[in-house]
């Protein structure tokens, strides 16, 4: 087969050899690059551990294309007859698939974006002002998709050098940046949406007793502050504690905020969050490979939620054995939290050395309640059209006695709908929700989550006047609260709610 004369004899040889039975790409495009660089040292790397294109992306090195193409390459087959009218630019070929990438969050308005899927390309590469090139190549040989095999071929001027670059780019990728790693299907995978939802969330925000929440802080930071203490002391540099207590008050919430404080440190602690033990192997190897992952990672914050539907009696032992095995956990702080503390195997829930500290969640006090209120107080501050006192705050903590903050949450919420529906002029009769207000504690306590939609509802509406937002002048004790309609639609949400509590027990 003949090739045009502007192409370099690499380019030449991956044409040659994609339009043949393949055997071992890499072993062609090998021997292609010491014929064409017979002074300089070839590294071949995979891009699935070293992934050289995002290592620059994020600012450690610099890259350019040695070839820019200008047709798209669905347009363009690699037949001998097309050759001629490939893109040319330092005699390279650059062979490219455009790849749509939808929005992460539709509801943004967001419509995604096209991306480049290299097939074969070659870029000029520059690291601690040492040059290089690089050559990306998918070398699948076969028709499987499964598994991926694009390979990074660095040419470099000498092993050092060129492998010094490999190791910082390999140990770059290891690295979490910007995110949380999540098991989940027998898999990790970085949530870079959770690591941004647990960077809203603050301490300020989250309404817990503050001595409990002084000692939740200082029992976490402590712990990653000591470990020459615990060398000195001869003790394993581990630790575990359980969250417990009803639903929606507060343990994700404070898991997140943690996680916000932990990732603030220097260095960075990564979080890893177990989301379940599903995997084809079965959840005794999902167990092994979770704990495997943590030491790799430590010192991290490993999170089992849900503690109790993970760990049943199948895999108890095996978990047990994780723990207080012979493998080091140094630098594993775990944390797990439930709902239901009695359905912990007593191995887990009483023994120390495995989980050494219990923090209880309760529901909140009267006090708490109003805190709370004061919180939805704070997210109304901006909204003219809902009146909201401060004498509402205390009454609506003395009716919501039993309710967990995710209850209150339901509250506010379905009475704010409620308003808004009145004020479209729909009925409003059946202004409780189908939801359930256990489903999600995540901004149960914290207004660090940002608005929600729920107070945007009320933006931009013409309401009639229900007053003034905030009272400067105290109320007197007798003064009719029904004259707010948030009072209103809030004591009719708490009354539709505590039927269903009874309707539950």
């Known amino acids: 087969m003949g090739f045009p004369s502007w192409l370099d004899s690499v380019s030449a040889e991956y044409l040659k050899h994609s339009s043949a039975p393949r055997v071992n790409t890499e072993v062609q495009i090998a021997q292609s690059l010491r014929a064409a660089y017979p002074e300089r040292y070839l590294a071949i790397v995979p891009s699935q551990t070293c992934d050289l294109l995002s290592y620059a992306d994020s600012g450690w090195a610099e890259c350019s294309e040695a070839c820019r193409p200008s047709l798209e390459s669905q347009q363009l087959g690699l037949e001998p007859a097309n050759l001629e009218n490939l893109p040319q630019m330092g005699n390279t070929l650059s062979h490219r698939v455009k790849v749509y990438v939808p929005p992460s969050r539709r509801m943004d308005g967001a419509t995604g974006e096209l991306r480049d899927d290299v097939i074969f390309d070659k870029f ?48 770059f990728q290891a690295e979490v940046h910007n995110a949380v790693l999540v098991y989940e299907g027998g898999e990790w995978t970085r949530s870079t949406a959770l690591y941004e939802s647990a960077m809203k969330a603050s301490w300020e925000a989250v309404i817990l007793d503050e001595g409990m929440k002084k000692a939740l802080i200082e029992d976490h930071m402590a712990f990653f502050d000591s470990r020459e203490k615990y060398r000195l002391l001869g003790v394993p540099w581990k630790r575990g504690v359980i969250y417990y207590g009803p639903p929606g008050n507060g343990k994700t919430i404070s898991i997140k905020a943690m996680m916000h404080s932990l990732y ?23 167990i092994k490979d979770i704990f495997s992952t943590a030491r790799q990672h430590a010192p991290c914050y490993l999170i089992f939620e849900d503690l109790d539907s993970l760990i049943g009696d199948s895999v108890r032992s095996y978990f047990l054995n994780e723990i207080d095995g012979l493998k080091a956990n140094d630098g594993i702080f775990m944390v797990g939290s439930t709902n239901h503390l009695d359905r912990l195997d007593p191995g887990l829930s009483k023994r120390p050395s495995r989980f050494d500290r219990k923090y209880l969640f309760p529901n909140p006090d009267t006090s708490q309640r109003e805190a709370y209120c004061r919180f939805w107080q704070r997210k109304l501050s901006g909204n003219d059209d809902i009146a909201f006192p401060d004498l509402l705050c205390k009454a609506i903590a003395e009716i919501t006695h039993g309710f967990s903050y995710a209850y209150m949450q339901e509250a506010f919420v379905a009475a704010l709908l409620a308003i808004a529906r ?78 269903g509590m009874a309707k539950e027990d």
């Not at 290089?132 to 990074?152: E, H, M, Q, V």
């Not at 603030?264 to 999902?286: F, I, K, Q, S």
């Not at 009925?427 to 107070?455: A, F, M, N, Q, R």
């Open 422 to 499: 009145e004020d479209d002029g729909s009925d409003d009769s059946g202004s409780d929700t189908d939801g359930d207000p256990d489903h999600d504690e995540t901004s149960s306590s914290s207004g660090s989550e940002g608005d929600e939609g729920w107070v945007d509802i009320m933006k931009g509406k013409k309401h009639r006047h229900h007053g003034k937002h905030h009272d400067k002048k105290k109320g007197n004790d007798d003064e009719d609260l029904d004259r707010y309609i948030l009072w209103r639609e809030v004591k009719n949400q708490v009354k539709i709610l505590r039927e």
């Open 264 to 286: 603030d440190r220097t260095p960075p602690v990564p979080t890893l969050y177990v989301r379940n033990l599903v995997t084809w192997a079965g959840p005794e190897a999902a």
């Open 124 to 171: 000029d590469y520059t690291w601690n002002g040492r040059g290089f090139k690089l050559f990306i190549a998918d070398g699948r040989d076969g028709s499987g998709a499964y598994p991926a095999r694009r390979t990074s071929y660095l040419v470099g001027d000498d092993q050092k050098t060129t492998d010094a670059l490999i190791l910082a780019a390999a140990q």
